[in-house]
């Protein structure tokens, strides 16, 4: 939930124009939910604002937040902020067209009881000068309802610039919603670009009409606005309500949701987060990916990278988290932030960082999985990014998105691959891929039964029967004109279909950042494809250095997938290792491996086991980092097709590994049919 306030203060000039506000997520939480709280502030005027305080009353209803879990050195009266205490941000100087957020995770106290009202109260002042002050509220709801949230792309939005809006809503009872609605009113001053799936303008509303939402159901629209010329940087603009209302059991539903952008001067750092499979499911390994990059002309100091940490998630050890990322305590915990310090960025340098945490094994139906991190440097403005990934125990449809290489570089080709599955028990029909173009990329060429629609590459993939899976390619062209540092994000490949009657759709989602010069190459190489349980994977990972110099400290990092059992250590080549005594799901596996002369390559390797519980349809991948002293990373990523009925397989292996520039290469094609019955058309 969202409120803002903006205040004029004139003399003679300058102006101060402060606006304010609170931005609540869930709208409607559960007891023991776990709160994203932002604090925004903007200056909108054309003076700077000194001696910035923000002073936020902690309301009734929460449980007790440290001091370590709040952003920006927020601290309360007391060692830890409860319920009455003034918690209290010293932001020093604002410039005139700046804005600023700060955050904290609390949590709604265990016993708090249905419709409860917990109230936040925010004041702004400069030294001993108020300045504006604003509140907002939540009201918890301990009943299954409907559910609805909202992440826009950009924060802050470069001025002029439009804003993309992710909406995903679920139906968390246990009947279908009918007569459904989904509403968005629109601020004042904005056009409407774009709304998927049928969205109309009606007025200052966007509408789509949903018909039936089926219990447990989930799904997503998206659509962009333009802020008009009366929007100035330092601004805030809202999205006042955003309405999800249904008939359930002859009674009226709705769910709200808001959210509010800072307008702002381009930012210099980029940044995006990736956390996947998406939907989520009860007891898997997520793996979450936030990449940073400078797009700035002189080198970006103290960046580091915040994460709040998600309720839904198991405990997760320092161990499994890249860069040294940390939180208070022995390991990271729900309503702790983590948070990675990752020095000094060169101009155009980028970093990803990675955890891979476990879902907890028990979750309703349509809940969220709530993820909002930022990033920020010394007097660089912050920036966030966010993701909501909806719950279900019945997510048949699965979607993989991944590219080639990571960095791309600009004028040169990059594919990307999208797998998909049926993991469910039925045929799905119907079936429909869709994967928009990318913002700074042309299409060069894409796998057959493709066609562009708009901006969208689109294939028909019609029936898929139960366990089955697929994959389809497109190559595109980096622009030649992307400086180094900027991303191309994915964020709304989807694949959809018709199960039982019901539509299902799974999302995919990655991001390329962009470097003229990448030192570091690395591959992914599944020795057997598609995977099966039972079966031996044999995985080959090379790592290339592309730059003129040796590069010294040299590691390969990869979150162990949790397809594959328990490996030991006598597996891997090359010392690679885990955390503990073996390595398991969740783990990181590393290997450290020195320093790599310019032009050279180095291979490792280890051998999984495919746990025997690998349903056909799911589809498991492999990340890989390699990263050097001095040096932006690189990533590849594998998705591994599975197939539980064991029907046709194929290997390849080169003859020569390394091979001299300019010679030939030898590649032997091993294929087979291990099923009982005979394969035509073959």
């Known amino acids: 939930m969202l409120v803002a306030a903006l205040a004029l203060l004139a003399a003679s000039a ?8 609170i931005e609540i997520t869930p709208d409607e939480p559960y007891a023991s939910d776990v709160l994203k709280v932002r604090v925004m502030v903007g200056n909108a005027g054309t003076a700077p604002v000194h001696d910035l305080r923000l002073e936020l009353t902690y309301p009734t209803g929460l449980q007790t937040t440290s001091f370590a879990n709040i952003s920006d050195g927020g601290v309360c009266t007391g060692t830890s902020c409860v319920s009455g205490n003034t918690l209290s941000w010293d932001l020093g ?65 470069p001025h002029g610039q439009a804003q993309h809006y992710a909406i995903s809503f679920a139906n968390q009872t246990t009947q279908a919603s009918t007569n459904s609605e989904l509403r968005v009113s629109l601020p004042a001053d904005t056009t409407l670009v774009y709304a998927s799936d049928g ?26 606005l333009l802020p008009g010329a009366t929007w100035e940087s330092g601004e805030l603009m809202t999205i006042e309500t955003v309405q999800f209302s249904g008939t359930i059991d002859n009674q009226a539903a709705d769910a709200i949701a808001r959210t509010a952008t800072r307008i702002e001067s381009a930012p210099d750092l980029s940044f995006h987060l990736s956390f996947g499979p998406d939907p989520a499911r009860p007891g898997t390994l997520m793996v979450g990916r936030l990449t940073v990059a400078n797009q700035g002309l002189d080198t970006a100091s103290g960046v580091t990278v915040e994460l709040p940490y998600p309720r839904f998630l198991n405990t997760t050890s320092f161990a499994s988290i890249s860069d040294d990322g940390s939180c208070s305590g022995t390991s990271c915990v729900t309503g702790n932030i983590v948070r990675w310090e990752l020095g000094n960025l060169q101009p155009g340098e980028g970093r990803s ?80 891929l869709v994967f928009p173009v990318p913002a700074g990329t042309t299409v060069i060429d894409f796998s057959a039964g493709g066609s562009v629609q708009g901006d969208a590459l689109v294939w028909e993939t019609g029936l898929l029967q139960a366990g089955q899976t697929g994959r389809h390619w497109v190559r595109v062209e980096v622009d030649p004109v992307l400086a180094d540092g900027e991303l191309i994000r994915i964020d709304q490949a989807r694949f959809s279909g018709q199960l039982d009657f ?40 090379s790592v290339t250095n592309r730059s003129g110099e040796t590069l010294d400290g040299l590691r390969l990092e990869m979150p162990y997938p949790a397809a594959f059992g328990t490996t030991s250590f006598a597996n891997i080549t090359d010392d690679g290792v885990c955390s503990g005594t073996s390595c398991l799901g969740g783990n990181v596996l590393a290997w450290d491996l020195g320093s790599l002369p310019a032009g050279q390559g180095r291979s490792v390797a280890f051998q999984g086991v495919v746990g025997s519980g690998l349903a056909s349809g799911r589809l498991p991948t492999l990340n890989v980092r390699a990263i050097a002293q001095g040096q932006g990373d690189a990533w590849s990523r594998r998705t591994l097709l599975t197939d539980s009925q064991d029907r046709l397989s194929v290997a390849v292996v080169a003859g020569q590994d390394p091979v001299a520039s300019g010679n030939d290469v030898e590649y032997r094609l091993s294929f087979g049919n291990p099923s009982q019955v005979a394969t035509t058309d073959a």
């Open 14 to 21: 300058p102006v101060l124009a402060i606006d304010l506000a």
């Open 93 to 157: 100087t604002l410039a005139a067209g700046a804005t600023r957020t700060v955050h904290l995770p609390p949590t709604v106290a265990s016993g708090v009881s249905e419709d409860t009202v917990i109230q936040f109260s925010l004041e702004a002042f400069s030294g001993a000068t108020f300045l504006n002050n604003t509140s907002q509220s939540v009201r918890v709801r301990n009943t299954p309802r409907l559910a609805v949230f909202i992440d826009p792309a950009a924060d802050p939005l």
């Open 199 to 224: 969205g109309v303008q009606v007025g200052d509303e966007v509408i789509w009409n949903l018909e039936i939402v089926q219990a447990g159901q989930a799904d997503r629209r998206h659509f962009s």
């Open 353 to 432: 960082v990675f955890l891979p945490p476990t879902t907890v094994s028990s979750i309703p139906n349509g809940r969220p999985l709530l993820v909002q991190a930022r990033t920020r440097a010394d007097n660089r403005a912050a920036v966030w990014h966010r993701q909501t990934l909806i719950f279900g125990q019945d997510r048949p449809l699965t979607l993989e998105v991944e590219a080639d290489r990571k960095p791309a570089r600009p004028g040169e080709p990059l594919r990307f691959e999208l797998s998909y599955g049926n993991a469910g028990s039925a045929a799905a029909t119907d079936t429909a």
């Open 502 to 541: 019901i539509s299902r759709t799974a999302w995919g989602r990655t991001q390329v950042r962009v470097e003229q010069e990448p030192a570091l190459e690395v591959a992914l190489n599944p020795g057997m494809l598609p995977i099966r349980p039972g079966s031996v994977v044999p995985i080959e990972v």
